[in-house]
């Protein structure tokens, strides 16, 4: 098919067009020819058709489907804008660079030396702040160092900079210098760090949009010590989109208004932390690790610790008490704290700061209740004297605080009446978060103040720890509010063991798993209580914020942490851009690109590569009248329809051979039988681990093999142990002659050792146990390629190795294909060809003994994934079975 000549574009005067029409023109015309051993190239008909000396496929399946090939048209056309663009903008920036060398080439040294890249530690020179600077008179000389806010280009003579460093900000003039330094600053991306020298000057008027709007710099040098990409956003004026900020979250921290918000945020933990220490308060660190839930109201986070159970601390509630029974009498603790809500609004978080206090008591709660009013008072007092607070208002307009001198106590009863009062309905239990936003209004027009305390809460709205009142419906505890919301709950504790062992089973909490906690009570505990703080809600409502996310650093709510899009290992490998023109990847990279366990035996010589034009690869072997396929395409899973027809088509029409595909995912199967017609069953798994997860085996066999004196350690194979390990994998072969095997690859463990992790067993330099890794797509993580076991290995060796091996890695582990349990039918297939499918493949796991190795994979905590063999209607017999058995089995044995 010939291709049509590209009608040529008329000169143009703008050299942007003229760069990229020069990049059209080569595109059309770059034409290559791949060349790879064993490989055979599908190329789909397209008007940029490149000459190929390989096999092209038709433009219509076998099946009488087209591929769709307006999808690779797009795909295509969206790589070359792509391309272009790319392409532009390096041409543009290298005329950029040529023009402003050209230039440097007429200034004096003097004037060369005023700007340009430059490196921290080239300018010794003593550097002032921007505070500092602002607090200097008229014509001092200054030299600082600070992010590029924003920038007013006025003219190639003129450019105004505003200068930010944290909350300061102050404008900077560029004028009477060349042109060529000018464009130079003007052409700096905004946060950007530059180093400036100059003299203050008085502006001809007020700078508004500078924190010190009274003097300004004349500029007189200006360099660049780190640039800045261009950034999604300016924080000269950010988006108003709360997600877009908190996505950027790094960019919107450097905002000042952020920046005095976390100044903020530290006042009020020092406050928190210098009341209590002169209240002769220790501050302790509990762990958050613990072995049983410790509020009854809320979610936890539960995690595999050493193949027991644990949970993350949902407060550190049973160790302050323990410290109390302790004798340590006044005890608080600043640390994080997490719960497991599924709480998605604008005060709730799934891991936060707490602020926690237990103490013993004299004779009454409300002791408690005075040492915590202090403390917030002197925060407030502390907060509403800053000068952050008018830049953070810039950001988040707020009123005042409003607090009185002696706070109100109020009744939990008198609470529920004002409500009632009002006209809503509630009930005599915890209130909801309008109720509380609304008793915070009325008690704002009844007492004038945003911050006071409901106290005696119903026993039915407390953990199991709460001490009752004298009527047992009601408790000894409170929650504090500002603005209408809770900020911090706590009350009396209950200190008699058997009140707290029948309090926990009117909870139905288990005494077992609180066993180191009971144990304080029953050694005498002092009358006590305690309470917790969210620092995250304290800053968020004194401030007035909106979203308490935005009083977190890096915030933690229930969509935090979502599945990440994998990041390619090899982006030259991309199958999603374009490739004609280019080599094809080489199948190492494509298989760490896309790869599962079953991809990585295309590496073995009797596997043949066919490519798709996209750059795509599946790996076959010829075997009789079949195509024996093993795994997915390596491509983007997005691109499968367009690569399986193609596959299937080039096998039947060009190969003549009926294609038996195995071991795919049910994406795979699903297009073989939904689009194709194909027949589908399952009798494998994928047996799949996570490395941060799995239980370990039994740590007897670890002490063991200590104990003979054998090294466990990962290895970089150089030829010492290459001859080493090649020696024992004779033995072992030697050995393994005896019975039957059935593999899909071979033992070649030294190819493609970038992609390999590879670890020993080694005793008076034999080589034990062998396991080999090999990496997959970031999605599978890594498999255990092979687990050699050699025959002078002592019992248990190769567990410990491949423990230690799992230890060393992090996220998804699979130990490759294995038996399923029972026959499971796909697609195309019932009846009686089920049923016979179904004791023959029951017949040959038997004979075979296919159930071992999954057991022995059993022991570090697999879990089987289906996978799947296709094959046509009317292509493969009952008879042809043999054929699929003695692919995976030895050439002997066959």
């Given amino acids: 098919m010939m291709e049509s000549e590209t009608p040529r574009a008329p000169p143009s005067t703008n050299p942007l067009s003229r760069i990229a029409h020069r990049l059209s023109m080569k595109s059309n015309s770059d034409q290559s020819t791949p060349s790879t051993t064993k490989t055979t190239v599908y190329e789909k008909q397209t008007p940029r058709s490149s000459k190929t000396s390989q096999s092209s496929g038709s433009s219509k399946s076998s099946y009488g489907r087209s591929p769709t090939r307006s999808g690779e048209l797009k795909r295509m056309e969206r790589g070359q804008k792509q391309e272009r663009r790319e392409q532009l903008e390096r041409e543009l920036e290298e005329r950029r660079r040529r023009e402003y060398e050209e230039a440097r080439k007429i200034e004096d040294d003097e004037t060369k030396a005023r ?52 909350t300061d900000t102050i404008q900077g003039v560029l004028h009477d210098v060349t042109p ?8 700096l991306h905004p946060e950007s760090i530059v180093q400036v020298s100059g003299s203050l000057k008085k502006p001809v008027e007020d700078v508004k949009s500078a924190y010190h709007h009274d003097v300004e710099v004349d500029i007189y040098s200006i360099h660049l010590l780190n640039p800045a990409q261009a950034p999604p956003f300016s924080n000269y004026q950010p988006p108003e989109s709360m997600n877009n900020r908190l996505n950027n979250r790094v960019l919107d921290l450097r905002h000042p208004s952020n920046q005095a918000l976390f100044r903020v945020r530290a006042m009020i933990t020092r406050k928190f932390r210098e009341t209590l220490d002169n209240n002769g308060f220790i501050e302790i660190q509990t762990p958050k690790l613990q072995p049983a839930a410790t509020e009854s109201g809320a979610e936890v986070f539960k995690l595999n610790y050493f193949g027991r159970r644990a949970f993350l601390a949902q407060s550190p509630q049973l160790a302050k008490q323990m410290a109390i029974s302790a004798d340590f009498g006044k005890v608080y603790e600043v640390g994080p704290v997490f719960r497991a809500e599924n709480s998605n609004t604008h005060r709730h978080l799934t891991e936060y700061t707490g602020l926690d206090i237990e103490m013993k008591i004299h004779k009454h709660y409300h002791e408690l209740l005075k040492v915590l009013d202090q403390v917030l008072k002197n925060i407030f007092t502390a907060v509403h004297t800053m000068p952050e607070l008018k830049i953070i208002r810039e950001r988040w307009p707020s009123e005042d605080l409003v607090w009185l001198e002696e706070t109100p106590i109020i009744p939990f009863p008198e609470g529920l009446q004002m409500l009632r009062d009002d006209g809503r309905d509630v009930a005599d239990e915890d209130l909801s978060t309008r109720d509380e936003i609304r008793l915070g209004e009325l008690v704002k027009e009844k007492y004038k103040t945003d911050y006071y305390i409901l106290d005696k809460f119903p026993a039915n709205a407390r953990p199991f ?39 926990m089973a009117e909870n139905g909490i288990s005494e077992d798993e609180m066993s180191e906690y009971l144990e304080a009570f029953d050694l005498g505990a002092p009358q006590h209580g305690g309470a917790g703080l969210g620092l995250d809600r ?27 899009s994998f990041n390619l290992p090899h982006p030259n490998a991309d199958t999603t851009k374009i490739w004609a023109g280019r080599e094809m990847p080489a199948l190492e990279e494509l298989i760490a690109n896309y790869g599962d366990a079953t991809n990585t035996s295309w590496l073995d010589e009797r596997f043949e590569l066919w490519r798709h034009s996209s750059g795509a ?11 024996m396929i093993t795994g997915d395409p390596l491509c983007d899973r997005g691109q499968y329809e367009e690569v399986i027809p193609a596959f299937v088509e080039f096998v039947t029409k060009e190969l003549k051979l009926t294609p038996v595909w195995m071991l795919v995912s049910n994406k795979v199967q699903e297009i073989l039988g939904r689009r194709i017609g194909w027949r589908t069953m399952s009798c494998t798994e994928e047996q799949r681990a996570d490395a941060d997860q799995h239980t370990a085996p039994d740590n007897r066999l670890a002490r063991r093999v200590k104990r003979e004196g054998i090294k466990i350690h990962e290895v970089k194979p150089n030829e010492d142990f290459i001859s080493r390990a090649d020696k024992s994998i004779a033995a072992w072969k030697e050995k393994r002659k005896e019975k039957k095997q059935v593999h899909m690859t071979e033992i070649r463990p030294w190819i493609d050792q970038s992609h390999r992790r590879y670890f020993s067993a080694e005793k008076d330099g034999e080589v034990l146990c062998m396991v080999v890794l090999a990496q997959l797509a970031p999605r599978y993580g890594w498999q255990v390629k092979w687990a050699l076991d050699f025959p002078n290995a002592p019992h248990g060796t190769i567990e410990v190795l491949i423990e230690y091996a ?13 038996v399923s349990e029972r026959f499971v039918p796909g697609q195309h297939l019932h009846g009686a060809r089920a049923k016979f499918l179904s004791k023959t493949y029951a017949a040959i796991v038997k004979s075979l003994g296919l159930g071992r190795k999954a057991e022995f994979r059993d022991k570090f905590g697999v ?26 089995m030895d050439q002997d044995d066959s």
Avoid at 470 to 495: L, M
Avoid at 552 to 557: G, H, I, K, T, V
Avoid at 619 to 627: E, I, L, R
């Fill in 115 to 166: 700007y340009g890249e430059g490196s921290e530690e080239n300018y010794p020179t003593e550097l002032n702040t921007i505070a500092e600077v602002g607090q200097l008179g008229v014509g001092s000389k200054v030299t600082f160092r600070a992010r590029i806010h924003t920038q007013r280009n006025i003219s190639k003579h003129l450019d105004f900079i505003l200068f930010r460093d944290q």
């Fill in 180 to 187: 060529n330094m000018v464009k130079w600053v003007q052409r």
């Fill in 465 to 503: 720890y709460t001490h009752k009142a004298e009527d047992p419906f009601w408790t000894n505890s409170f929650d504090i509010f500002v603005r209408g919301q809770e900020i911090c709950t706590g009350g009396q504790r209950i200190n008699n063991p058997k009140e707290l062992r029948k309090s």
């Fill in 538 to 564: 304290i800053v968020f409502l004194l401030l007035n914020l909106g979203d308490i996310r935005y009083g977190s650093l890096f915030y933690r709510d229930p969509k935090s942490l979502p599945q990440r």
């Fill in 617 to 627: 690869a599946v790996g076959y072997v010829k075997q009789g009248k079949f195509a």
């Fill in 806 to 818: 799992l230890s060393c890695i992090s996220g998804p582990v699979t130990f490759g294909a294995g």
């Fill in 863 to 888: 879990l089987g994934e289906q996978v799947y063999i296709c094959y046509p209607r009317r292509g493969v017999t009952l008879f042809d079975l043999k054929e699929i058995v003695k692919f995976f």
